[in-house]
Each structure stands twice: as C-alpha cells, then as structure tokens.
C-alpha cells in the first residue's frame, strides 16, 4: 500500500472512530466512495474503502460484499474474493450471482465456496421470518399478475393495490411498528442493489400518494437501520411525484407547464426538479451525490431549473 493511500485511510478511520457501529449514514457514503473508486480503476482504495465500510455496521448489505468482490476480482485476489463472497453469502447473496465472477469461478476457493453454500444458505434463512417473507413474495407476484394485460385488469389493479396496502400497515404493526425489512425478510434483489425486480419496494410504486404517507415514517427509519436502500425509498417517493404531474397533465393539457421531474433523481435519463434541494435530501437519507449516482447507472440527469 502506498504512503498516500495508507494516509488517505488514516486519516478516514481517524474520522470516524467517534461514529456509532451503526450509523449507516457514513456506511452508505464510505461505500459510495468505494464504488467511486472502483470506476476509477483505483482497486486497492476501493478495497481499502470497503473495509472501512464494513467496519461501520453489524449488517453491510450483501449486494456491497459482492461488489467488494468484484473489485478484489480486478486485484486478482482470489482470497478477498472468497471471503467478501462467502460474508455476502451469509447476508443472503445467491450463488448464481457469483457465476458471473469468471476468473474466481476456476479457483479451489470457488469449489469450497461451493461445496459450503447450502448449509451457509440454510443458515441464513433460519433468521429470517420465512412465512412473512413468503407473503410478502406472494402479495409482490399478485401485483405484477394483476398488471399483465391478458390476465389484469384496472379493477383488479385497484383491488390487488388496496389489499397490499392494508396488509402491509397490518403487517408493520404486527412486527413491531417496524419496517418489514432486510433483518426481518432478508435482502430480495435478484439483480442488484439498484434493481426493484421482485423486491418489497415494486408493490409501493403503484400505491397513490395518500397510501405512500403513513408508510413513510417506516421506510425512513429502515433506511437508517440499514434495513432498506435509500435508493428503493428515494424511487419510491419519485415515482409517486410523477404519477401526480400525469394527474396534472391530464388536468390542463398543457405538457408546457407540466414537465415530469423527480424530487430525488432516481430514474435514468432523468429531469430532477430542483438539483441543489435534491442534494440536501439525498444527504439526508444517506443517498450519495447526484454525479455519482448517474456515473454509478451510466446515465445522464438534467436540472429541471436550469436553463
């Protein structure tokens, strides 16, 4: 390690030693750091970052140890690869995923890592509430099937929505007045952290606003519990803003006083409504700076206030 990364780390641990082991806030920013880094094909300071990130927490997010993984991959460090797998793994990462790591997948480790997956899997699915999560993967299949053109229709919509709305305040009362999330039904993103396929968060999109407010207060505090990504509460409250600038649309005719944007700025190719409030809110959910996210999608954004 070079003088001016071992400094740099230094001086990143140096600040953060008062922090609380479970402040996300600071796990959410160092890990953007991490992925920052890692785009920059700065690998040993994104994997020094990601140590430092998963310092902060009891429970770092299974979908981060597996881009931990794919950084030490870029290493050629087959031991980091193993144990970053094998933690993320532990936290519910699904072998298929680690399929797509082709130099790792020709190693010892890989069939070690292998061979120990279903008892590792057994063991993660024992702290999870398994009933609870198939209900909830249950009321998600039962959104999508109520959208398919041929099998949905728009009272089974209004209806399948009704349902989960009502069933998803039951269910945070019964579980405590807390969010349903990460450590009670375990982290469902099948294709990445950025990715609300099959996940809790895909039902809630197509709830109204007035049904999006009691969740609020929920959602939030998982975010900050590192029970939910702030991505998934973020294109939550964005896709609902949206959905109130079609009403509008559709109010006055005109598309010239009403241009679709987002609070947050969460979707691709996207016009945020104000950038510099955006920035603050993002802050504050521990949502990383609006370059980053897009450079991170590999996309572009436009400030809606600019000229």
């Not at 190693?107 to 999560?133: F, G, V």
Request: hydrophobic share 35%; with cysteine; proline share 3%.
């Amino acid at each position: 390690m070079n003088k001016i990364l071992a400094f740099s780390i230094t001086i990143l641990l140096f600040g953060i030693q008062k922090v609380s082991a479970q402040n996300y806030l600071s796990y959410y920013q160092t890990i953007n750091n991490a992925e920052i880094a890692a785009l920059d094909k700065n690998h040993l300071l994104s994997d020094s970052l990601y140590k430092v990130a998963f310092s902060l927490v009891n429970k770092p997010f299974k979908e981060d140890y597996y881009l931990a993984a794919l950084n030490a991959d870029k290493l050629k460090d087959n031991t980091k690869v193993y144990n970053y797998l094998k933690l993320g793994i532990e936290n519910g990462l699904v072998f298929k995923r680690i399929k797509k790591l082709a130099n790792f997948t020709k190693t010892k480790q890989y069939k070690n890592l292998k061979q120990d997956y279903k008892s590792l899997r057994n063991e993660y699915l024992q702290t999870l509430n398994i009933p609870l999560r198939n209900e909830i993967v249950e009321m998600i299949r039962k959104d999508q099937r109520a959208r398919i053109f041929i099998l949905g229709s728009s009272r089974q919509m209004k209806k399948t929505d009704s349902y989960n709305k009502k069933r998803l305040l039951e269910i945070i009362h019964e579980n405590g007045d807390k969010w349903p999330g990460f450590s009670t039904i375990g982290e469902i993103t099948p294709k990445g952290k950025y990715d609300v396929t099959d996940n809790i968060a895909l039902m809630l999109l197509h709830f109204k606003e007035e049904g999006i407010e009691p969740l609020k207060p929920y959602m939030l505090k998982a975010v900050m519990e590192g029970d939910m990504y702030p991505y998934q509460y973020a294109r939550i409250i964005d896709y609902t803003s949206l959905k109130v600038f079609h009403e509008e649309y559709k109010a006055n005719g005109d598309i010239k006083k009403v241009v679709p944007c987002f609070f947050y700025g969460t979707y691709k190719n996207s016009i945020i409504c104000n950038c510099a409030k955006a920035e603050i809110e993002r802050k504050k959910i521990g949502f990383e700076p609006i370059k980053d996210f897009y450079r991170k999608r590999n996309s572009t954004f436009r400030c809606k206030d600019e000229k």
